[in-house]
């Protein structure tokens, strides 16, 4: 056999098989895709549900006291105080006032007040816009029943 009767493996740009790895498509993320989500249900024993219930209580108390916070202290001084400053305040009076808020996690008193301070600052941005009426509603006061938090 000589060199004219040897095969030839077949190229590609100029490659043979053994050293060509076609790269992967890069994956092009879609701008809109549909909206995916998981459906879990819960099944805490007693101990846990009644712990769930408490964080929401205790959350629930943080906003509406963080509100009364920043609707007394605007009457007043015409200031207002952001999520972090009326948690530093709620710390210091924890001790003293609210000892039954070391039953659950700060956390819960923390997101309350963020969700104050979320609240607020969509108010000011839909009075910014030019929104009136129940569009640009003040942040209320959270109940247990009208809201179904705990």
């Known amino acids: 056999m000589g060199p004219a009767d040897a095969q030839i493996a077949p190229t590609v740009n100029g490659m043979s098989d053994a050293s060509y790895v ?3 498509k890069a994956r092009v993320k879609p701008e809109h ?4 989500g998981v459906r879990v249900r819960m099944n805490p024993s007693q101990k846990q549900e009644q712990l769930m219930v408490q964080s929401a209580g205790a959350a629930r108390f943080a906003y ?3 509100l009364g916070i920043r609707r007394a202290l605007w009457a007043t001084a015409k200031q207002s105080e952001n999520a972090i400053s009326l948690h530093k305040l709620l710390n210091s009076l924890k001790t003293e006032h609210y000892p039954w808020m070391y039953e659950v996690s700060k956390c819960a008193m ?5 969700d104050l301070d979320a609240s ?5 941005r839909r009075l ?9 509603g003040a942040p209320k006061v959270k109940s247990r029943q009208r809201d179904g938090i705990g």
């Open 64 to 66: 509406n006291w963080g």
């Open 110 to 114: 923390q997101e309350g007040l963020r």
């Open 120 to 124: 607020y600052k969509n108010w000011w």
């Open 128 to 136: 910014e816009e030019g929104k009136r009426g129940r569009q640009a």
């Open 22 to 24: 076609e790269k992967p």
């Open 33 to 36: 895709g549909p909206l995916m």
